[in-house]
């Protein structure tokens, strides 16, 4: 008796780990998506849809809820059998919070002459928004200060450089043109 029980328990213990969101005829990888951001900003995500049917199908993915704030590209295709599709989710919140939401990907088959009943699955999305910073600087001007602050480092440094080659401090220097 013991030992079924420790076999179911192993049996569900390697279906329950890292199992991809499934369903008739579709698998998703990753099976949710996370986004941590500041509001007012942009991010994307992607996903991979795959057809595991045993038949072309066509896919229409839509959101739940939050529309405006989330996009999805291409929000329909075809897919052969075995063929995959990279799936773009962008995000654009526009206010704080935490915001949650389905991506809701329905298969439905090409042949319509057959009964004909459409499979899909939800794959979860939060959205952890943060409060926009007061000031944000454009990408180049990041990448400049990085330059600039990069630079007086390297300034500074040769400054000691020469100073410990003469064997003088830094105060010694600025005072000595005072002495005279």
């Given at each position: 008796m013991g030992k079924i029980i420790r076999t179911f328990i192993l049996a569900?213990?390697?279906l329950a780990v890292a199992v991809p969101a499934a369903a008739a005829g579709i698998s998703v990888k990753p099976d949710r998506l996370n986004f941590i951001m500041p509001a007012g900003q942009?991010?994307?995500q992607n996903l991979v849809v795959e057809?595991?049917?045993a038949s072309p199908v066509i896919f229409n993915l839509y959101f739940d809820e939050l529309t405006g704030q989330l996009k999805v590209e291409p929000d329909n295709f075809r897919l052969e059998v075995g063929q995959k599709r990279q799936i773009k989710v962008t995000a654009s919140p526009a206010a704080e919070g935490l915001l949650a939401t389905n991506l809701s990907i329905v298969a439905q088959d090409l042949d319509r002459r057959a009964f004909n009943v459409a499979a899909g699955v939800k794959v979860p999305i939060v959205l952890q928004v943060k409060p926009a910073?007061?000031?944000l600087l454009p990408v180049w001007a990041e990448?400049?200060?990085l330059?600039?602050?990069l630079l007086a480092g390297a300034?500074?440094?040769a400054l000691l450089v020469v100073l410990l080659k003469r064997k003088r401090t830094g105060w010694e220097v600025l005072t000595s043109k005072f002495k005279k």
């Open positions: 569900g213990l390697l942009t991010a994307t057809n595991i049917s910073p007061a000031f990448r400049t200060a330059v600039l602050l300034v500074i440094i």
